[in-house]
């Protein structure tokens, strides 16, 4: 359902597939697959019941445009009706054929992997700076009311802002410090230096206590 809904919304899902190797090939006529892939085959895609249920689908993916309906609502919903609920299954077969899809450039584009990695790496790191950022409570957000805990939340994405847009400047003024003495700072390898470190933040401050001199 998840790759159906993305294609339905003009996305091209891409991310990382996990136990890849399991997954398999739905096409819509397996004799005449070609025989180095029939091993990976799992089925045949239901065209007749994407046809028969198409006005559905659209009328799905128009309300999801609309704003009408999220689309992890409709997804809940589609998982909560019955197996042989024709637009949940319908949707389905929309979704195999948009996933057989993206394995087959998944696996012939190397450049989209690394893409698809780099990108899993800056998700990682910046949830691992939030979870730095939440000191008290032991990381828990505990507040009772909903107002509470948007405002926690918005408080804890705002200190993130504020320590990527800190690292983002000074990075800069290094950079152009760098090449005023002289040195080289390929503009190639500015993509692949994240602002996302803390290391070099004491996040819990710093407490001095002077001893008070002795009359």
Known sequence: ???????????NLVLRIRDLPSKRLYVFNPDTTPR???????????EDLIVANW???????????????????LL?????????????????????????LFIIEWILDTDMQRRAQIGL?????????????RIGRQGEIRDRTTEGQHYRIAGLNLLTAVIIYWNTVHL?????????????VPPE???????????????????????????
């Open 1 to 11: 359902h998840l790759f159906g809904a993305s294609s339905l919304l003009g996305y």
């Open 36 to 46: 180095e892939l029939r091993k990976l085959v799992g089925g045949k895609a239901r």
């Open 55 to 73: 006005p559905d689908i659209f009328r799905c993916a128009a309300t999801m445009t609309a704003g009408k309906i999220r689309p992890s609502q």
């Open 76 to 100: 809940r919903k589609l998982a909560s009706y019955p197996r042989q609920n024709n637009l949940a299954v319908a949707l389905r077969e929309v979704g195999r054929i948009e996933r057989t």
């Open 121 to 133: 790496n800056k998700g990682e790191a910046h949830h691992a700076l939030k979870n730095a950022l």
């Open 172 to 184: 800069g003024h290094a950079v152009t410090e760098r090449r005023n003495e002289g040195l080289d």
């Open 189 to 215: 390898f500015l993509p692949h230096i994240s602002p996302l470190g803390w290391a070099h933040i004491l996040l819990t401050g710093e407490y001095l206590w002077p001893k008070e001199p002795k009359a």
